[in-house]
């Protein structure tokens, strides 16, 4: 049984989120991929606690850990890619912290999740990860798997 609380779009996709009284948790759900829904008689609980403006604030896209900390980023950006990534902020709390003549250096405030992963993998060959050490380690981790594939 879920009790609907709050419809997010991220990257063309509908969510909805909910309390779910299976896991008594927070669920979500992309709308897309919801087969049938039926309507139910029970009592609907109300969403008392949180503040969804304030709920995504640390996060790209919809995957919210609750237990994870906000981690600070650095990310080395080619000058070339640059342009587009300051018109287009990978995300809000996105800080220039130094310049060079070959890159630009930034410093995001972010849980570290799949939708932020996958969002630095579209840049891979334009950017390095300074830190965490954890993201570095995952993209050194998913590029020796790549090179492994095609070598």
Do not use: M
Not at 91 to 102: M, N, R
Not at 112 to 128: K, V
């Amino acid at each position: 049984l879920l009790h609907p609380w709050y419809l997010k779009q991220y990257n063309n996709r509908w969510f909805l989120f909910g309390y779910n009284e299976k896991y008594n948790a927070l669920s979500n759900f992309a709308l897309d991929r919801i087969i049938e829904f039926e309507q139910t008689t029970q009592r609907y609980l109300e969403n008392l606690d949180i503040n969804f403006e304030e709920y995504f604030d640390d996060v790209v896209g919809v995957t919210v850990k609750g237990s994870e900390t906000t981690e600070k980023v650095l990310i080395k950006i080619s000058n070339n890619l640059w342009p587009y990534i300051e018109s287009k902020p990978l995300h809000g709390s996105q800080k220039i912290k130094a310049y060079s003549e070959i890159d630009t250096t930034i410093e995001l405030s972010v849980e570290i999740n799949y939708e932020l992963i996958s969002l630095l993998f579209s840049y891979i060959d334009s950017i390095e990860i300074i830190e965490p050490q954890i993201l570095k380690d995952k993209f050194k981790f998913h590029s020796e798997n790549i090179f492994n594939k095609y070598n």
